[in-house]
């Protein structure tokens, strides 16, 4: 389980291992008799160099504690044997030192106010790669690829692929700002574009670039209108790329449906609310410098329910639903609770109130009051769509109103979090 050899032959060892397991995993018992293998070995020889679990003396993985940012962060230290504590992380990340030979640092984009660090080794970023590579590019590497990725700051996991063979991959920072980078990445001329929703958007509407054979979505929860009007214009469908600053986590097979990576991961999947909703809390066997056991993530997923037509017996994931700090909570009528309303409730309730709806944003700005947003043609349908969401409250017996404001924020750096709650029940936003 340590870092041994050239990092490419831990790619090549990672690509040969997924598309093996791919052919050999055939029902949920195979990958839970593979996993238990797997997390039992990684436990005896990853987990007594880390500072936080060598107190605990577990044995089997539902012996360990729960964990999520905030603890990791409290200590981060205690969660790495590359010996960097949060403060140097922080430092190495704004290139103030440098990270450990071998090591690299990198950081959460912060989309919740809230940014994380993650630490890896450079086997690591290779592990990565090659299995990302055998869910993305099946064929490679009898077939290569010439990469735009497109996401909003540089991370030591992407520039691993250019020394990878018959890989080529330019990173085009979002900071530069959609403007400038939509000729660059047109005049790179690239046959696969990775980016999120928002971007793909954007260049479906203005200025796509050619000759692109894949497309990938990513970072951000991809809705159905983004994916419409990105498929139309490029002609090449979707795939989704589930991955946060913990890893990968899913990639969408050919059939368009996000498998989540349970023959690289360890899910638990904790129900959230009454409608099917889950949380994923993941433990990464494949990460011996940063542990992530049982780490619990902010993800909203709604799990397919029928087996998918590719066969893979991977759970799939019929929806990314969004954060779980952006479900809302409003008082109910008679005052005595609060009601949750999932971001796919209320998305689905404005997106029926007419064909033309393709981008919105709903931001819960106080205790019970929400903020409506359109794009400015579309003002005429702000008071038709207020009506209707006030209608799903009453159902719901919730009191709350909605004001509708005219006009959409400039596309940023900034994930689309198109329902966001601002609003916090201890108080602030």
């Keep these: 389980m340590k870092d041994r050899g050239w990092p490419v032959a831990r790619l090549i ?17 195979d990958i839970e008799r593979w996993q238990n293998r797997r997390i039992a070995r990684w436990m005896t020889e990853a987990l007594p160099g880390i500072r936080y679990y060598t107190r605990l003396g577990a044995r089997r993985l539902e012996d360990l504690p729960i964990v999520d940012k905030s603890v990791l962060m409290a200590d981060f230290g205690a969660f790495n044997c590359a010996g960097i504590d949060g403060e140097t992380g922080w430092r190495i990340f704004a290139g103030k ?28 970023r290779y592990e990565w790669l090659g299995v990302l590579l055998a869910k993305a590019l099946p064929r490679y590497p009898f077939e290569g690829a010439r990469i ?40 790179w001329k690239p046959d696969t574009l990775i980016a999120p929703p928002k971007v793909l958007r954007w260049l479906a509407e203005r200025t796509p670039p050619t000759g692109i054979r894949r497309l990938f979505s990513g970072a951000e929860v991809l809705d159905a209108p983004d994916r419409a009007i990105i498929e139309r214009v490029f002609k090449v469908p979707v795939r989704e790329i589930y991955m946060a600053t913990e890893g ?8 368009g449906t996000i498998h989540l990576l349970e023959d690289a991961l360890h899910f ?33 997923l709604r799990l397919r329910e029928r087996p998918c037509p590719c066969g893979s017996p991977l759970r799939a994931v019929a929806e990314i639903v969004g954060r779980a700090d952006d479900i809302l909570l409003l008082p109910a009528i008679d005052g005595s609770r609060l009601v949750e309303v999932t971001p796919d409730v209320l998305r689905n309730v404005i997106l029926d109130c007419d064909g033309r709806i393709t981008d919105f944003r709903v931001v819960q700005v106080g205790p019970d009051r929400l903020t409506l947003s359109l794009p400015e043609p579309l003002s005429d349908l702000g008071p038709g769509v207020c009506a209707a969401i006030e209608g799903l409250f009453l159902q719901l017996g919730i009191r709350a109103m909605t004001d509708f404001d005219v006009g959409l924020p400039a596309t940023g750096i900034a994930k689309v979090r198109r329902i966001e ?3 916090r029940a201890n108080g602030g936003t």
């Design 268 to 300: 638990e999947l904790e129900p959230v609310g009454t409608d099917g909703l889950v949380s994923p809390i993941i433990t990464d066997s494949t990460r011996t410098t940063q542990i992530m056991a049982r780490y619990r993530m902010n993800d909203l």
């Design 13 to 29: 060892r990672a690509w040969w291992r997924t598309r093996r397991l791919a052919s050999t995993l055939h029902t949920r018992a």
């Design 421 to 423: 709650r601002r609003w």
């Design 248 to 255: 990968l986590l899913g990639v969408a097979c050919e059939h």
């Design 97 to 124: 030192d440098r990270a450990p030979a071998g090591f690299h640092v990198g950081a959460s984009t912060g989309t919740s106010g809230n940014r994380g660090l993650y630490v890896i080794s450079d086997a690591e």
């Design 148 to 187: 735009a990725l497109v996401l909003p700051q540089v991370s030591a996991l992407y520039s691993a692929t250019n020394r990878a063979p018959r890989l080529s991959l330019r990173f085009f920072d979002l900071k530069a700002g959609l403007e400038t980078l939509a000729p660059a990445i047109c005049d």
